[in-house]
């Protein structure tokens, strides 16, 4: 049974700082690509930031530069390193491994 569960969300002030973790179960995590979503009250799910297998990685045009996603193989653990976080980016965030499990969500609230 595939699981991932995300932690780390919470409440900030703009300028502000969160790191968010995403621990995956049940599948073979080093051969999976892993992404962030968010959703925003009223909005799409968009895609955010993606890093393969290699470690290779993609951002969304609205969080390059303020935002790093990582993995930890070994842990099984994916990362978003959210830096320099504006009202905008207030959403539940979403872990999502390969192209078919999802985690709950976590959210995240920055205040103005």
């Known amino acids: 049974q595939v699981q991932l569960v995300e932690s780390g969300g919470g409440l900030v002030q703009a300028g502000g700082s969160l790191r968010l973790s995403c621990a995956a179960s049940?599948?073979?995590?080093?051969?999976?690509?892993m992404s962030w979503y968010r959703q925003a009250p009223g909005k799409q799910r968009e895609l955010v930031a993606t890093i393969g297998f290699t470690g290779s990685t993609k951002y969304a045009d609205s969080v390059k530069g303020r935002f790093t996603v990582s993995r930890d193989n070994a842990k099984s653990s994916v990362y978003l390193q959210m830096n320099s976080l504006k009202p905008e980016d207030t959403a539940v965030y979403y872990c999502?491994?390969?192209?078919?499990?999802w985690g709950q969500g976590t959210q995240v609230t920055v205040s103005s």
């Open positions: 049940g599948i073979i995590f080093r051969f999976n690509a």
């Open positions: 999502k491994a390969g192209s078919d499990f």
